[in-house]
């Protein structure tokens, strides 16, 4: 039997869906319940969109992955209402917790820990050889 590893842009998608419940489960040894899905959100002003934030919920974890507010329209709160909203529903959904990954010691990273976040690691050279802040709040 001979051994193939092909590159596969698109072909590993299912076979990572089907596959990924029994790794975790393995990997953690305990049953995971794994049922993913997205929350967006947008604030709007005055009939504008002023911006949008869009977390990922799995496994009693939730990660925001963008949180995005029109320069024009910062410093107004709609970014911590946002996140408010964004916690509201991470809670409901019985999420302990919420990540989000910012550029470290960027304008985003100060914006988290006035909401209440809290730096967890630094990836060094990360993203576009970028540092990045992982950062974390603890919701329950």
Known sequence: MAL?????????????RAAEREARST????????????QDFTAELDGT????ARIRIAASLAAIEWCVVLPEYRL?????RLLESAEEVANYYN???????????????????RC?????????????KLDVAVMRKFLL
């Not at 917790?97 to 988290?112: N, R």
């Open 4 to 16: 193939e590893i092909v590159r596969s842009p698109n072909g590993a998608a299912a076979f990572l």
């Open 27 to 38: 990997l953690w040894n305990f049953s995971v319940v794994w049922h993913e899905q997205h």
């Open 49 to 52: 969109q002023a911006g949008a």
């Open 76 to 80: 107004r709160g709609i970014g911590r």
């Open 95 to 113: 999420c302990h917790k919420m990540t989000v990954e910012v550029l470290h010691q960027g304008g985003a990273q100060s914006f988290f820990e």
């Open 116 to 128: 209440g976040y809290k730096l967890d690691a630094i990836l060094r050279q990360h993203t576009w």
